[in-house]
Nanobody, 125 residues
Framework: QVQLAESGGGVVQAGGSLRLSCVVSGSAFSSYTMGWFRQAPGKEREFVAQITGSGTSQEYGDSVVGRFTISRDNAKDTVYLHMNSLKPEDTAVYYC??????????????????WGQGTQVTVSS
């Protein structure tokens, strides 16, 4: 049973930073691409970032490129999302996810099978 647990959300002022963490259990973590998505109230879930199993390749959504960085520590079965220069429009529930295909580079939500419970990020203006 694959389980994902996010942490690190909170309330931050615009321009501030946060680091989200996601610990994964029950899978061969280091061989899987991992992704972060977010969902704001009244909006569809949006792709934020993903990183390959080795950590050598990353991809970002247009709205976060240059501000967010995804990384992973395979020794700790953990993926991170470093968020800088936060804006009020970054307010959302953030989810980490693992795809069905360990080598997947698809950014669509349907490519991902396992999801965490989400962590709330609120950016005040």
């Amino acid at each position: 049973q694959v389980q994902l647990a996010e942490s690190g959300g909170g309330v931050v002022q615009a321009g501030g930073s946060l680091r989200l963490s996601c610990v994964v259990s029950g899978s061969a973590f280091s061989s899987y691409t991992m992704g972060w998505f977010r969902q704001a109230p009244g909006k569809e879930r949006e792709f934020v970032a993903q990183i390959t199993g080795s950590g050598t390749s990353q991809e970002y959504g247009d709205s976060v490129v240059g501000r967010f960085t995804i990384s992973r520590d395979n020794a700790k079965d953990t993926v991170y999302l470093h968020m800088n220069s936060l804006k009020p429009e970054d307010t959302a529930v953030y989810y980490c996810a693992q795809p069905r295909n360990r080598f997947s580079t698809a950014t669509r939500e349907t490519a991902y099978t396992y999801w965490g419970q989400g962590t709330q990020v609120t950016v005040s203006s």
